[in-house]
């Protein structure tokens, strides 16, 4: 009697993490945008679990939803349905004021533009989200320029953005993110504004703060950049498509 075909293996997807490892789950997450009578469905019923101590990188096309997740799972910007929970913390059921917070305490950002304030110093910069969520002044400044010494700026403390090369602002903005030792790093395109050396020495440092157990999101186009993550998420029309261990 001849046997029954096998169904086609179904495609591989990281194993579910144990609840104390999960730094962030979404579940069934949708975005909208809407223009008149016009909607755009930018995140469709998206889930996504992400391990304490997870280096993932997110991929796909201009306008697959890449910087719309990110910005959605972090709660910088509103869902029309599902649930985001950063550390057991429901995000989206918090009022504004609530996300805000907690944003400020338990995540780090990273961008392509640096948006670092003109007429203040590496350190100053470095010190004033520490400052806004209540750190003394001392403190503050250990913080900063222990920071700045860990991503090769301790002897650039002093000098504004206008005095700093777009990979030296790009450390200061790194050193921004972990001076208040967040749960989670999110980076969207960080390296995008940069030359192949200087985002190479960017990928780098980021590397190391994965290496010393930070995690860290990274939104990308770039291949090599996508391929230096331990888990790769593949993007298309707002949906995951593809999501596995790198084996770039």
């Known amino acids: 009697m001849s046997s029954a075909a096998k169904p086609a293996a179904a495609p591989a997807h990281p194993a579910p993490a144990p609840a104390v490892d999960r730094i962030l789950v979404a579940t069934g997450v949708r975005k909208v945008y809407r223009t008149g009578a016009v909607e755009v469905e930018a995140l469709r019923g998206l889930d996504l679990t992400v391990r304490r101590g997870e280096f993932v990188a997110v991929m796909g096309a201009s306008g697959s ?42 995540m780090g950002f990273i961008f392509q533009a640096f948006n670092l304030i003109p007429v203040l110093s590496a350190a100053e910069n470095v010190e004033l989200p520490l400052l806004l969520n209540g750190i003394g002044a001392k403190e503050s400044r250990r ?8 991503v090769g ?15 030296e602002q790009q450390r200061v903005t ?70 596995a261990p790198n084996r770039a």
């Open 153 to 167: 700026l301790g002897h650039r403390i002093d000098h504004r953005p206008n005095e700093l090369s777009g990979g």
């Open 65 to 106: 939803g890449k910087t719309t997740l990110l910005n959605c799972l972090s709660g910088l910007d509103d869902i029309d349905a599902g649930t985001v929970l950063v550390e057991d913390d429901d995000l989206h059921a918090m009022s504004d004021a609530k996300r805000t917070a907690h944003r400020a305490r338990r």
């Open 174 to 243: 790194v050193a921004r993110a972990i001076a208040i030792e967040p749960a989670l790093i999110w980076a969207d395109e960080p390296t995008g504004n940069l030359d192949t050396t200087t985002a190479e020495r960017v990928l780098d440092l980021l590397r190391e703060l994965h290496a010393d157990g930070l995690t860290l999101v990274l939104v990308t186009h770039d291949p090599a950049i996508g391929g230096s993550a331990e888990r790769l998420i593949v993007m298309q029309d707002g949906a995951i498509v593809d999501d």
């Open 143 to 150: 913080r900063a320029e222990a920071v700045l010494d860990r």
